[in-house]
């Protein structure tokens, strides 16, 4: 789907980053420092970079530098520094996104594909076969009939379905479609349940909920 290019010094981490990515469609790279990041930069050519900040050599910040020098690939950051002026520098560095170790895969998993969409390293329409999604037009289809969604429920609907099969807490889905993390998740569950009613009018179930976790969309039957 994608080339991810992984700067990670610890091992485990790296191993499992890269293993998830493969696992999800994407074509990994995985290097322990950045001291080849020139070369990968031209030779690999990354849709996106998942970039520590602590690393031998040069750190992450030098190296977010060098990226956003050389193109346009997206970068999402990903380090045990927490505190919030060191998040604000990263974006301010020109960094897509932000994720605070230790950290679940699939929300990493997550916030790469949602990465790149925003930066054209995957398609902006989605299709899943039962439903076609068109964020720029604001189209949603499903079985030919055209369903009318608020500008919420699109996103939300967007997100949802541009990582099936996965699920998604209601942290997640605050974070990627309200832009925030603390608030009230009976926002999620509102809007969820108004999404569902109108897809629910032209087929069967699309939206999952996994008690105690969040939601998936995946296409099978009604629970």
Same mark, same amino acid.
């Given at each position: 789907? $994608? ?5 990670? #010094? ?19 790279? &995985? ?17 996106? *970079?998942? /970039? ?9 910040? &030098? ?26 520098? @990263? ?5 897509? #996104?932000? *994720? ?15 990465? /790149? ?16 999604? #068109? ?43 309200? @832009? ?7 926002? *999620?569950?509102?809007?969820?349940? $108004? ?29």
């Amino acid at each position: 789907m $994608a080339r991810v290019l992984v700067i990670e #010094d610890a091992e485990a981490i790296r191993v499992a980053v890269e293993t998830a990515l493969t696992g999800a469609g994407h074509e990994a790279l &995985a290097r322990a420092d950045g001291t080849e990041l020139e070369q990968d930069l031209v030779r690999f050519h990354p849709d996106l *970079v998942l /970039l520590d900040l602590r690393l031998p050599g040069r750190d992450g910040f &030098a190296l977010l530098e060098l990226i956003r020098a050389h193109g346009c690939a997206g970068v999402v950051i990903m380090t045990a520094r927490d505190a919030v002026g060191d998040r604000v520098h @990263g974006l301010r560095c020109g960094a897509d #996104d932000y *994720v605070v170790k230790p950290f679940v895969l699939e929300e990493l998993l997550a916030r790469v594909d949602s990465v /790149l969409r925003r930066t054209g390293g995957l398609p902006a329409v989605v299709d899943t076969g039962e439903l076609v999604l #068109d964020p720029q037009s604001s189209s949603v289809l499903r079985g030919g009939a055209r369903i009318e969604l608020t500008s919420t429920e699109l996103r939300l609907l967007d997100y949802l379905a541009a990582h099936r099969g996965r699920v998604l807490s209601k942290t997640q889905l605050l974070d990627a479609v309200w @832009g925030y993390q603390e608030y009230d998740p009976n926002l *999620v569950e509102v809007h969820v349940s $108004a999404l569902r009613r109108k897809l629910e009018a032209h087929g069967p179930r699309l939206v999952h909920t996994v008690r105690g976790s969040g939601y998936v969309f995946r296409a099978e039957a009604a629970e």
